[in-house]
């Protein structure tokens, strides 16, 4: 995902696409992460353990990073980017929640500005 930021600006410009384009990318993306963040908790209210999302999440980053890598070559890159953005909503906050169990008091802090970092 960091990745995107730092190379997407030269791949947009490269096939010849806006600024606007550009911009229009980025907002994909959040919705992406968003709906992602939306069906984690659909999925948890369902009865899914943190495994079961993680490993969603794991093999849904996979899937988006080929199609991101076979698709490189055109504006079309930005779809399975969005299925990376939606696998990280889904999959971040369990990370965090896990790395974190002997911090319980800064559980949602932590995924806050981690969430917020990977904005900027």
């Given at each position: 995902m960091f990745s995107y930021y730092a190379l997407a600006p030269f791949m947009f410009?490269?096939?010849?696409?806006?600024?606007?384009?550009?911009?229009?990318?980025g907002v994909l993306l959040?919705?992406?992460?968003?709906?992602?963040a939306w069906t984690n908790r659909r999925l948890i209210l369902a009865g899914w353990k943190t495994n079961r999302v993680?490993?969603?999440?794991?093999?849904?980053?996979?899937?988006?990073?080929i199609g991101v890598q076979l698709t490189q070559h055109s504006?079309?890159?930005?779809?399975?980017?969005?299925?990376?953005?939606?696998?990280?909503?889904?999959?971040?906050?369990?990370?965090?929640?896990?790395?974190?169990?002997?911090y319980k008091d800064r559980l949602g802090s932590s995924?806050?500005?981690?969430?917020r970092s990977t904005r900027v």
């Open positions: 410009q490269r096939l010849g696409m806006s600024e606007l384009l550009y911009g229009l990318g959040a919705v992406g992460s968003s709906l992602g993680m490993t969603l999440g794991v093999m849904l980053t996979l899937g988006g990073g504006a079309w890159f930005v779809l399975p980017m969005i299925v990376v953005v939606f696998a990280f909503g889904l999959a971040i906050p369990h990370a965090l929640g896990e790395a974190l169990t002997a995924s806050s500005t981690t969430m």
